[in-house]
C-alpha cells in the first residue's frame, strides 16, 4: 500500500515516465520509504489497472516510444483518503538493538566496530537529510519547483513546511541514532579500558567503517 502512494505523491507534482520516477524516488520519498527499483514497474501497471494513474505513450528520440503517467482525480481521492486516515504507529523491526542486547557474548573488539559503524553511517545520514531539508526551504529542490508552479500560491508555504518537518524527523532520528552509538562505544570502554586505544592502534575500525550503511 505504501509504495503505491509514495508512487502517487510524485506524480502529484509532476507527470513523469517510469524512468524519471526511479530517479525521483531515490532523491524524494525513497528517503522515507525504500523500495527496489524492480518493484515500481509492476507497481505502476497496478495502478493504471485501477484507474489510479493513466499513462499515455511519448516519443522517445526518433524512433522510440515511452509511456508518461499522470494521476488521475480516482487517485488523487485515493491518495487524500490514506492522507485522512489515521494510522497507528507500528512496532520496529531493528537488528541493531538486537546485537546490542546482546554484545556481552560479542568480542569487545567487533561490538565496537559495529557501533563506530553505525556512527558514521548515521551522522553522514544526519548530514544528508539537512542538506535536503536547506534546499527544500530554499526552493532548490525541482521536484518541489514543479508542485509549486501548478499550485496556487497560498499553499505553497504548506507545501513546503510540511516537507521540511518530514526531514526534520529523519534529521532527529538520525542524530539519535549517533547518539545511541556513542553511548554503546562509552559504555564498551568503560567495561574494556583501554580497549578504543587498540581498536585506533590496530586500525581495526577503519575496515568496519567501509562496509558501514
Known sequence: MHLRLALMSLLV???????DIKRQFDDSVGYFW???HTQIYPE???LEAEGLIEGEEVARGARGRKTRYHITESGREQLRAWLNTVEE????RDPYKLRAANFELANPQSAYAQLRAHERHYSREAAL???VRENLLARRVPLLQARL???PPEEHEAIIA????AYSGLIRRARGEVEWAREGL???ERLNPGLAESQEASGATVGADKHAG
Open 34 to 36: 525504500h523500495a527496489p
Open 89 to 92: 504507529p507500528r512496532r520496529d
Open 149 to 151: 508552479r501548478i499550485t
Open 44 to 46: 505502476l501497471r497496478k
Open 129 to 131: 537529510y539537512e542538506g
Open 162 to 165: 510540511f516537507r521540511a518537518y
Open 13 to 19: 507534482a509532476q507527470p513523469m515516465t517510469g524512468f
Open 186 to 188: 562509552q559504555l564498551l
